[in-house]
């Protein structure tokens, strides 16, 4: 981030671009780092779902969660993940749809093409990632991050990292 008291737009996309990165490059504790200790990570199963609660959802988890999974993904036990899923997420340049500098939140919208791999298997979603960023001891922090997927209501494989 710039050295100016609030984060630039400039900033914003830049932390979303890191975030991207760090996940193709399999640096998922880095990516722990970047939420929150309340954080929800939510992937809704309907389009245009509006309650993570009272319907079900492909994820929705909170750190603990993110935790685990970040612990299944980079365990030596998981045999699963040998070889290891590999992601590519290109991005479109993100929306900042809020700057509220005197309250430290940001809302970003990113349309992104998100690729997995694993052996021979491919697949390619379409989806629009919101972020709810905060100001916390003067960096950026994901307090919120919902993954949309374009064809959520298709029947896909399992998705093993993270969009």
């Known amino acids: 981030m710039t050295q100016t008291a609030y984060p630039t737009r400039a900033d914003l996309e830049d932390f979303l ?3 991207a990165r760090m996940l193709d490059e399999g640096r998922f504790q880095e990516w722990l780092d970047l939420f929150t200790p309340d954080a929800i990570y939510w992937m809704p199963l309907e389009w245009g779902q509006t309650d993570p609660d009272l319907v079900t959802s492909l ?3 909170d ?9 299944r993904l980079t365990g030596a036990r998981t ?10 997420h290109v991005l479109q340049r993100p929306f900042v749809d809020e700057m509220d500098h005197a309250g430290g939140r940001f809302v970003t919208v990113t349309p992104m093409h ?12 379409a989806v629009t990632a919101t972020h709810t960023l905060v100001l916390q001891e003067g960096a950026l922090r994901i307090a919120r991050k919902r993954v949309d997927i374009v064809n959520c209501d298709a029947a896909f494989g399992n998705i093993q990292l993270l969009p």
């Open 59 to 61: 994820l929705h988890e």
């Open 114 to 125: 998100y690729v997995e791999t694993r052996l021979d298997e491919q697949f390619l979603l």
């Open 17 to 19: 671009y890191d975030e």
């Open 63 to 71: 750190m603990f969660m993110l935790r685990l999974r970040v612990e």
């Open 79 to 88: 045999f699963s993940q040998k070889p290891k899923s590999r992601s590519h």
